[in-house]
């Protein structure tokens, strides 16, 4: 585990405050390595490295101006050698000056009754400061090799890691606010100066492919009765509520069983007091699904007082589990109560008609209420000001999250422990002792702000790129400088809405999770750092409205690229070139799910709806046939 050892931080980064801060009559300051550089011209002298203090301005109206820049340069963030140059380019020209032109310097220098042997060693010293100056100057030497080489106490002393990029960026903030130059506070050595269009562009393949989820002409209409009432408890957060609730409407068909207005959960993490009609259109529910299942909003009077059975389905069950077990327990007892709703059925091995039924429940029946879907529409409408496109970041980095993984790392002990406490308090996380370390080599954690960061910039993303969070609560005491200072445009509901327009949502916290919802779906690129439910249903919703962009980070590989290049093993070149070329194929591009041996480890179906509700068009089939009748 890595934590911040403060009291050492500026012994370890070797900065001397105290004199960086004294007033002195040279216009000379020293830098860590003993070289005369001009004090407003240091390279360490990097600017105000917070999160732009006005991202939204307010207005008292409902519609809201966003500040959102056209490219770095308007915002003097610096993109590559040349906005440095052009920010800092008289650094090493000035000292040039100092160090050879001062006449009064020179006239000592040559007054000096020293051997010649001694004024040679003397000029071949100054050539080499001159150099080194230069090569800050240009590549920004110390900032990059600060943040990339990672320092650390041996662990029998002292059991703590030092972070490099947190140590690097709490020391410098006071020195860069009184400067007053902006600067990223991990500058790379090479950083790529025209953004490509193409990291924009949806992946290519899906010209043959066309949504599919209509009822066939032998679909069977509602008939007879019913036999029984079925109560559902969606259990999770928003998005395990609702894939949730999909695999109960399609187990009330296979049972022909009336669907109770379904009740959600009030007791998880989030504890939000929501039910269904605060946050799903429930007219438009009922009417989308009249002729797959019948639906009320309650029990009918004659059975008010009666005991339903309480039953948890097994999970990842096929279509004869509910048609041999639980059909017979629901004509015996009339009521069945399903107190768990998540994954409650396969991913694959359904009849068509079930599997289209989940899609028509998903992408068309449960729509959110007016008042989310119309604000949602608005924070879309802002991010895309000034025709910018938007990347929508699931950054799993939150509290829950991170205690469930056992991750702490970029944490401190006190936050880690937190971390470790509530795991143990949560009896039904099985898993306990896990060496945080480990899994996140083996790509089980969450990235980091920092790592997503540094994946963004390697994927090529620029700085002025507009990034929407759609997350809870970062975990971590300034965790999201790492970020924020490299992509200052990142916004959140609560920086893009108003605070009337966020009133009826306070303490809501999954009608929040619907309008994140919302801006993920139509983001122009969706990127989620873990695996968590959101990022399935995300990225299953994308796909089947046609494959948009959606990055999906190969975790292991991408931390053992940014370790190697934090030990200095690899350069920032390499390894945005490796990062490039391990994820061409992760964006999000059309391919078959397949069945696996086990369903717990097998892709889900809400991840990828192809096939079952994605299907080949009908173009393709009548292009097949035109070949074969030329044939």
């Known amino acids: 585990m890595q934590c911040i050892a403060g009291e050492k931080r500026e012994k370890s980064m070797g900065m001397d405050t105290q004199s960086e801060s004294s007033e002195g009559s040279s216009?000379?300051?020293?830098?860590?390595?003993?070289?005369?550089?001009?004090?407003?011209?240091?390279?360490?002298?990097?600017g105000p490295m917070t999160r732009r203090s006005h991202s939204v301005s307010r207005k008292s109206s409902h519609d809201m101006d966003i500040d959102l820049p056209?490219?770095?340069k308007e915002q003097g963030h610096g993109h590559g050698h040349s906005a440095f140059l052009e920010n800092?380019?008289?650094?090493?020209?000035?000292?040039?000056?100092?160090?050879?032109?001062?006449?009064?310097?020179?006239?000592?220098?040559?007054?000096?009754?020293?051997?010649f042997r001694q004024q040679i060693f003397g000029f071949m010293g100054l050539l080499v400061i001159f150099f080194i100056l230069i090569k800050m100057s240009t590549v920004g030497y110390l900032g990059s090799r600060i943040e990339h080489q990672t320092s650390f106490k041996d662990a029998s002393k002292s059991n703590m890691f030092l972070q490099p990029f947190k140590i690097f960026e709490e020391s410098a903030q006071h020195l860069t606010q009184e400067n007053g130059l902006r600067q990223s506070t991990f500058t790379m050595a090479s950083e790529t100066e025209h953004e490509s269009p193409e990291i924009w562009l949806k992946p290519k393949g899906d010209d043959d492919l066309e949504q599919c989820i209509g009822r066939s002409k032998s679909y069977k209409k509602l008939e007879g009765g019913t036999n029984g009432f079925l109560l559902v408890h969606a259990n999770g957060g928003l998005n395990q509520m609702r894939t949730g609730i999909c695999d109960m409407v399609a187990v009330a068909r296979i049972m022909n069983a009336t669907l109770v207005l379904p009740s959600l959960d009030h007791t998880s993490f989030w504890t939000d007091p929501s039910d269904f009609e605060d946050i799903f259109d429930w007219n438009h529910f009922t009417k989308t699904l009249k002729e797959d299942v019948r639906i009320v909003k309650s029990l009918p009077a004659s059975y008010a007082k009666s005991e339903p059975l309480q039953k948890a389905p097994i999970s990842w069950s096929k279509h004869t589990y509910y048609k041999e077990e639980m059909l017979p327990l629901l004509k015996k007892h009339k009521i069945i109560h399903f107190t768990l709703t998540d994954s409650r059925l396969a991913n694959n091995g359904l009849p068509n008609s079930i599997q289209k039924l989940r899609c028509r429940t998903n992408y068309q029946a449960l729509r959110y209420t007016k008042s989310i879907e119309e604000l949602g529409k608005k924070l879309v409408a802002r991010m895309r000001k000034n025709g910018k496109p938007y990347i929508a970041l699931h950054l799993r980095y939150e509290k829950d999250m991170l205690a469930f993984t056992g991750c702490a790392h970029n944490l401190t002990l006190d936050e880690a422990e937190e971390l470790r406490e509530m795991r143990y308090n949560v009896k039904h996380w099985k898993e306990k002792d896990i060496d945080a370390e480990e899994k996140r080599k083996q790509g089980g954690c969450p990235l980091t702000p920092r790592e997503t960061a540094l994946f963004l910039k390697a994927l090529g993303y620029s700085p002025s790129t507009n990034i929407y969070i759609a997350a809870g609560e970062i975990y971590g005491n300034g965790s999201m400088r790492a970020l924020q200072n490299e992509f200052p445009n990142v916004f959140s509901h609560s920086t893009l809405a108003t605070e009337e327009e966020l009133e009826p949502f306070k303490n809501y916290q999954n009608r929040l999770a619907a309008l994140d919802y919302i801006l993920a779906l139509e983001s122009d690129v969706f990127?989620?750092?873990?695996?968590?439910?959101?990022?399935?249903a995300v990225q299953g919703h994308r796909r089947f409205e046609g494959f948009r962009k959606t990055i999906n980070p190969d975790r292991e590989n991408l931390i053992k690229l940014i370790d190697e290049m934090d030990r200095g093993q690899i350069s920032w070149n390499n390894f945005a070139s490796k990062v490039k070329a391990t994820h061409i194929n992760r964006v999000g591009a059309p391919y078959p799910r397949e069945a696996g041996d086990f369903p717990r480890l097998e892709e889900n179906f809400y991840a990828n709806p192809f096939p079952g509700?994605?299907?080949?068009?009908?173009?393709?089939?009548r292009r097949l046939l035109k070949q074969q009748y030329h044939a």
């Open 88 to 115: 800092n380019g008289g650094c090493a020209s000035e000292a040039f000056t100092t160090l050879f032109f001062n006449k009064a310097s020179l006239a000592a220098f040559l007054k000096n009754k020293k051997s």
């Open 527 to 536: 990127l989620y750092t873990y695996d968590g439910n959101m990022a399935k």
């Open 70 to 72: 056209a490219s770095p």
């Open 613 to 621: 509700c994605i299907c080949e068009s009908h173009k393709k089939n």
């Open 27 to 46: 216009s000379l300051m020293t830098n860590n390595k003993g070289a005369y550089v001009p004090a407003a011209c240091s390279p360490r002298f990097s």
